[in-house]
């Protein structure tokens, strides 16, 4: 075969960067300059490929015959595979079978990347150029049609046109709470003001989850896009991407995104020659969970310290950063926006249930065989994510439950493994879409203790602002510690459901009014493990003994 | 207002539109359990215990939400207690509960709600309860900081932003560990905290209380006798001593808020220092105890007062001290007696005081330390607009579109004027500071000017050129309502930008933006302090800020005008009850006849024609022996008047001294009688504050020892002398006495002879001493937060805050003169030296050092250079050059 574009994908998520991705990626440019197959071979970084169990992982791609088939996928490479792939490359060279994936249900090799059931589940829409392109070369993202949204938007449609797009494509809000997005971006067109803001909320705290951060890590112009469209419907000039400071990579690649964006004039004054201006500015978090909140978010921008606002207030919509009107959205949200103004919002809207529309991104991780990053059609069920994608549990054993929605979300038993995933059945079961966390648990695993470590979190994590949130969730996290290690009172029980109530119904935020999920979920469907580490002092998944016979 | 009506527990109640249920129950006597409400504060809605029901099943926090038409309310429903209960249970377990030893018990707002809710024990045992314990914070002299009692209700946090707008404290650390804390979480003491003790008034529980806390039986209305913004106050009162003080909510001056030392510097009262009897001098004069300086003097010898005074003086009663004096004082009728008025006293004590020197004593060297402090303002207000005096009231300045604070630390000096400009910061007015040093308020400014001490008339008039230049000019006020505007407007020659920058330091872009802002934002105010006054040329000063005031319009109108402020708590009443030398009392003319013909009838005697002698005046007379008695009452000329070397010649050189005060101060060392005072917590009377709002004060406590009320001490002085007119049973009789002889002022308009306020043409002259090769930096003086003269070196905490005395030294000069941070330094000036600790900080401009006025210490350096008019001391500009002691 011509090899002259021969593509060498190489995954530079954070998970594959940590396995050594970039030593993989440097040593490539090495090799193929000293060899000159340089002219030959094209070697790239790109975002995340979602499989990061797997990783550090290549993909390469013959240019010109449909890539989508024919990508050919490599798994836990090392430096020490570099010579014998490029060797593999080179006429009469063949594929490297021991760096296929390997099933570990038939033992059967894969050599493509989407005859893998873990790709072959997915529809990956947001996702999709995240492995694909390289995310620090705006020209990459141009290739693949980026930035034809916004000039769509600017040239072809009114700020109204755009808004009515948003809202028919039934798009809800990616953060976790579900508020349709399109509703929220007429609301906050229709505030009265002159100056108005967009913020990006990226700041992604919920532990195991890392879907942002992959996707702005892959992809960071399809969220600059996407804002720069949000600015054009309500009309604003300036944005804010708010970004954990613990995601150094996504802020270099953010910040290398907005300065191509600059001079190619998608971003500045006067954008591509329209009359609007519009520029973004990153702002880094300081590590606070609760700044996820909307308003804690807000305030931590306006340089006060980051607590929500109690009710009742106006909608940040209305009043917002320095009390002007403010378009708040995930990074999925916008990450979505140029999808559906490129495609359509019918093309959006083909996808998912008939209240939850589009897609939405997983980090599926815990006791499951395929951990890694994904992206599925609303409406799906937990077995096809838990079995089809992720590749049922390890080691053989026993599925007991899935958290889904991080601390705020709750426990599922495996009675509901067949419940559609989409914002309105999972809060109906007692936990939550939330930021898109989704942890395997197996028969190993003790769900007080799990209760126990969520509480932990949150108590920590508590702004501190109000009494039920700073206490109760330091309460309910002493009563799990004490069940765990034995020290369990009768009452504990009931001490927790009426401290959950007060809690959520007197909190003053989400991450309040949340807390009390885990321990809700996992008292409604295992309340059995509860009473036998109370009443008989005995873990029933043997995970807690030891620390209750030390007792 | 617009009333609706609404339900509260079944109750039907019309309530004011607009306000929120909470404030609504509880203005019907309907509680609702809060802790993080105040009324004084924005709701936080944060404790979540305020939850009411709504008939739609809602729970809402009551603070936050307004009341509407037809709301039914429930607020001890059911649901409400269910989720409210474990809230509070949680809060009372995670609480130390030692309620029998807090002092806020009975009071404490956590103790109410678990009444109110019935909480038992036994609910709490089924809770988890915290382990750790914090450390107090007890930093602070005046209150301590228990965060183990904190319910972290917030309020001391808003009160610091919202209320005292400094922002010392807030939410630290996340969950558990949230704690209110400073700035790196140090202690109190370590912080900006300005003790002004605002948040431990407002502290629902025992978080934050004062030391030494003892709650009185009862409460007497009275005003703080600090500074010359006359707070009201209550003195709680306890076995005839002050157990506390809180500001007095009604007092439209200060509206319930105090400084530090308004609300925590009353330990002199019942300070074991005071003058509990009358002394006679027993040592001569010339003895070996009048070179002990004053520092010397306190503790640092281990000399207690009474033992030093012993030494000099006995004890004796009153009959024979005043039979002594007033025999004594026969000796020294007319121009050889003079007398020192007290700017702490009463109105009705210094009338009394004036009406002895004039009538018993036939002498108009009557004059107080007043002259040093505003007399400028009084002589060129009277000359420009006819009247003495601030042209609006101080709760007006909230309403201010911009305010000029010149030569004036206002935070410091007057703080709760302070509030009073930092509100109206909030409400949008934009603050000009002209100010050498940087100060606090320069942090809420638009913009700070920053000139070289001394060039205030050129800055000034350089402003007035601008906005004559710009043409932002009131042509149609200055048309009708004033005069000799042409001569003004051509002396403004002199004032052209290039010379104004050269001559202040200030650039001229700043100086034209400072003038639009004052000229364009109206309505404008001015305020001034002694920045403005302490200078040779003072009297010009004062007449600068009036042209800028004339030119713009910005007098006679809501919010704005003239601002002099008053540094003693009855400064401007001495001057209005007549202690001056010119002066009658209510500014009327000694050199009148007609007028002093008036007086010669209403006092039944015949009086001396002759103007007195200036305070200055009178102790260089004293110096020359031509005055040779003193009647000094409470003041310490010995250490307020500089040069202090020359003043302490003329008390030596003087026959006969009386002091009459009620501590033993610099200048007591110098008398021959010493008469004991009542303080103000012990006398009725009336003070007169910067604003001239003459406001009660009534006596809280019986004299202490055999002191008394000045007006008594004096009244049976001239008695005695055998003089009549001072059979005077109260002090509402003297008031009569002195309102039948004081005119009515004019209501509207200037009340100058024509109605019109005046322009002044100035000039500019050059501070009476310059930086030279000897003395290369200027000294100038601010004013110290925990200083108040003598009252509050007798208020140990106040004492531990003040620290010891200190020269600030920007870090340029500090460098060129080799002076390093905190060693002691050398302070040389033509006049004096003093050693003292330097500060080596940026605040100080170059070529400028800074030093605390109250301590007398300063007036050893400052120069004897007059103001031509108004005849104050130069404290504010003294050449000087600063040598390492190491």
């Known amino acids: 075969m011509s090899n002259k574009q021969c593509k060498v994908l190489v995954c530079h998520g954070t998970g594959c960067v940590s396995g050594g991705s970039e030593q993989v990626y440097s040593l490539f440019k090495n090799e193929l300059k000293n060899s000159g197959y340089d002219e030959d071979i094209y070697v790239k970084r790109t975002g995340c490929h979602g499989f990061c169990q797997q990783g550090p992982l290549i993909v390469i791609e013959p240019v010109g015959i449909d890539s989508q088939r024919e990508g050919i996928f490599y798994t836990k490479v090392k430096t020490d595979d570099v010579p014998e792939i490029i060797q593999s490359l080179l006429p009469g060279g063949r594929p490297l079978e021991r760096l296929f994936y390997r099933d570990p249900s038939t033992n059967q090799t894969i050599p493509h990347y989407h005859d893998i059931p873990f790709y072959s589940k997915q529809e990956r829409t947001i996702l999709r150029n995240c492995g694909n392109i390289d995310p620090e070369d705006i020209n990459d993202y141009l290739a693949v049609g980026g930035y034809k949204a916004l000039h769509k938007a600017l040239f072809e449609m009114t700020p109204e046109e755009v808004i009515s797009e948003v809202k028919s494509s039934g798009l809800r809000g990616l953060g976790g709470a579900g508020f349709p997005t399109g509703r929220k971006w007429e609301a906050c067109s229709r505030a009265s003001g002159e100056e108005k803001y967009v913020i990006c909320n990226a700041d992604e705290g919920d532990p195991g989850a890392f879907q942002d951060r992959s996707v702005m890590e892959g992809n960071p112009h399809s969220v600059i896009e996407g804002m720069i469209i949000a600015a054009y419907a309500i009309r604003a000039r300036n944005g804010f991407i708010y970004v954990r400071a613990e995601y150094p990579l996504a802020v270099k690649r953010l910040k290398i995104a907005i300065e191509q964006a600059r001079q190619k004039k998608f971003l500045g004054a006067r954008i591509l020659d329209s009359g609007v201006n519009f520029d973004i500015e990153i702002f880094q978090g300081a590590g606070a969970f609760v700044c996820g909140e909307s308003t804690a978010l807000v305030r931590s921008i306006e340089g006060k310290r980051g607590r929500p606002k109690p009710l009742p207030r106006a909608r940040t919509s209305e009043i917002g950063l320095w009390n002007k009107p403010t378009l708040l959205n995930n990074v999925k949200t916008f990450a979505n926006i140029p999808l559906i103004i490129s495609n359509g919002p019918e093309w959006f809207a083909k996808r998912g249930t008939e209240k939850s529309k589009g897609t939405a991104v997983f980090s599926l991780t815990g006791k499951v065989v395929n951990c890694g990053l994904i992206e599925v059609p609303m409406g799906i069920t937990l077995r096809e994510i838990i079995y089809d994608i992720g590749g049922g549990i390890s080691g053989g054993k026993a599925f007991k439950a899935v958290q889904t929605g991080g601390p705020s979300g709750g426990c599922l038993p495996e009675s509901m493994i067949d419940m559609p995933v989409d914002f309105d059945s999972l809060s109906l079961a007692g936990s939550m879409m939330g930021s898109g966390g989704m942890v395997v648990m197996d028969e190993d695993t003790c769900m007080v203790d799990v209760a126990r470590y969520f509480l932990d979190f949150t108590q920590r994590e508590s702004c501190g602002q109000c009494i039920p949130c700073r206490l109760g969730t330091r309460q309910m996290f002493k009563i799990l510690d004490d069940i765990t290690k034995g020290r369990g009172r009768p009452k504990d029980i009931d001490l927790l459901l009426e401290l959950s109530e007060a809690i959520s119904r007197s909190s003053i935020c989400g991450l309040g009014q949340t807390t009390p999920n885990p321990v809700l979920t996992t008292i409604r469907y295992f309340r059995d493990e509860y009473e036998a580490h109370i009443h008989q002092k005995r873990c029933p998944s043997g995970m807690c003994i030891v620390r209750m016979e030390g007792d | ?886």
């Open chain 2, 1 to 886: 207002m617009e009333k609706i009506s609404i339900t509260i527990d079944e109750q039907d109640i019309l309530a004011q539109k607009g306000a929120t249920i909470l404030e609504v129950a509880l203005a019907n006597k309907i509680y609702i359990p809060h802790l993080c409400y105040h009324p004084d504060l924005k709701p936080a809605g944060s404790c979540r215990l305020c939850l009411v029901e709504l008939d739609n099943g809602q729970l809402v926090t009551s603070c936050r939400t307004p009341v509407r038409e037809g709301m039914v309310i429930g607020t001890r429903s059911h649901e409400v207690d269910r989720v409210r209960r474990p809230l509070v249970e949680m809060l009372i377990a995670n609480h130390h509960m030692d309620c029998k030893d807090c002092a806020k018990k009975g009071r404490c707002e956590l103790q109410r709600i678990r009444a109110y809710m019935k909480i038992p024990k036994k609910s709490l045992e089924r809770l988890r309860l915290p382990e750790e314990k914090l450390p107090l914070d007890e930093s602070n002299p005046f209150f301590v900081r228990d965060h183990n009692k904190c319910v972290l209700c917030g309020i001391c946090v808003r009160t610091c932003q919202e209320i005292q707008k400094v922002s010392v404290i807030d939410f630290a650390g996340r969950g558990n560990n949230t704690k209110i804390a400073t700035f790196g979480d140090k202690p109190i003491a370590q912080s900006r905290c300005e003790s002004c003790g605002e948040c431990v008034i407002r502290c629902p529980v025992g978080a934050l209380v004062p030391k030494n806390l003892r709650r009185p039986a009862h409460e007497v209305k009275t005003i703080c006798p600090y500074c010359g913004v006359g707070c009201g106050i209550f003195l709680g009162i306890r076995d005839n001593a002050i157990a506390n003080i809180r500001g007095d909510s009604d007092s439209p001056v200060n509206r319930g808020n105090l400084c530090i030392k308004g609300r925590f510097g009353y330990n002199f009262i019942n300070h074991p220092d005071r003058l509990t009897t009358p002394l006679i001098r027993i040592a001569s004069k010339n003895s070996d105890e009048l070179r002990v300086t004053s520092n010397e003097f306190n503790k640092d010898k281990g000399l207690s007062l009474v033992t030093c005074h012993l030494s000099l003086f006995r004890e004796a009663s009153w009959d024979e001290a005043l039979e002594l004096v007033a025999n004594k004082f026969k000796n020294y009728k007319g121009e050889e007696f003079a007398l020192i008025a007290s700017t702490k006293c009463t109105n009705e004590d210094n009338y009394i005081a004036q009406k002895f020197a004039r009538v018993v004593m036939s002498s108009n060297n009557i004059d107080s330390s007043a002259r040093l402090c505003q007399a400028p303002s009084i002589a060129a207000l009277i000359e420009a607009t006819g009247i003495g005096v601030v042209t609006s009231s101080i709760s007006e300045l909230e309403k201010a579109t911009s305010i000029l604070i010149v030569g004036a630390n206002i935070t410091r000096s007057h703080p709760v004027i302070g509030l009073r400009v930092k509100k109206a910061v909030e409400n949008g007015a934009k603050v000009i500071v002209v100010s050498p040093k940087e100060i606090d308020i320069c942090r809420y400014a638009e913009i700070w000017l920053r000139p070289y001490p001394g060039t205030d008339v050129a800055l000034l008039m350089g402003m007035s050129q601008v906005i004559i230049d710009e043409e932002l000019l009131d042509t149609a006020f200055i048309k009708e309502g004033c005069e000799n505007f042409e001569d003004f407007r051509k002396s403004l020659e002199d004032f052209r930008p290039g010379r104004v920058e050269r001559i202040t330091g200030v650039s001229r872009e700043k100086i034209a933006e400072a003038s639009r802002i004052y000229a364009t934002s109206k309505p404008a105010a001015i305020l001034w302090s002694t920045g403005i006054t302490q200078h040779s040329h003072g009297t010009d000063n004062v007449l600068a800020l009036v042209n800028l005031a004339l030119l713009t319009g910005n007098i006679g109108k809501h919010s704005s005008g003239l601002y002099p402020l008053w540094g003693q708590n009855n400064a401007l009443g001495a001057y209005d009850t007549g202690c001056l030398p010119d002066f009658y009392p209510g500014y009327q003319a000694v050199a009148h006849p007609e007028i002093r013909k008036r007086f010669e009838t209403a006092w039944e005697v015949s009086l001396n024609p002759k103007a007195g002698l200036t305070l200055t005046e009178i102790f260089q007379a004293t110096l020359e022996g031509r005055i040779k008695a003193l009647y000094i009452i409470g003041s310490d000329p010995a250490s307020s008047i500089a040069p202090s070397q020359k003043v302490r010649e003329a008390l030596k050189r003087a026959e006969f001294i009386v002091l009459q005060d009620i501590f033993f101060n610099e200048t007591a060392r110098f008398a021959d009688v010493i008469l004991p005072g009542a303080s103000f917590a012990e006398k009725d009377g009336t003070f007169t504050n910067t604003e001239r709002r003459i406001q009660r004060i009534c006596k809280a406590i019986e004299p202490v020892g055999n002191s008394q009320p000045d007006w008594q001490i004096i009244c049976e002085l001239a008695r005695r002398s055998g003089s009549s007119g001072f059979d005077f049973n109260s002090p509402e009789e003297i008031m009569s006495e002195l309102a039948s002889v004081t005119p009515v002022p004019h209501i509207s308009g200037f009340p100058t002879h024509n109605g019109k306020g005046r322009f002044t043409p100035l000039e500019y002259r050059i501070a009476a001493e310059v930086a030279d090769i000897e003395y290369p930096l200027i000294l100038t003086n601010e004013k110290n937060l925990y200083s108040g003269g003598l009252l509050s070196q007798k208020v140990e905490g106040l004492n531990i805050l003040r620290g010891k005395g200190f020269v600030e030294i920007n870090s340029k000069d500090a460098q060129d003169f080799g002076i390093k941070d905190g060693e002691m330094v050398q302070v040389i000036s033509r006049w004096g030296e003093i050693k003292v600790k330097a500060k080596v900080t940026d605040a100080a401009p170059p070529g400028v050092v800074i030093m605390v006025s109250d301590e007398g210490t300063i007036n050893l350096l400052t120069n004897p250079s007059l103001d031509p008019v108004a005849k104050t001391l130069e404290t504010k500009v003294c050449a000087v050059r600063i040598v390492s002691q190491t």
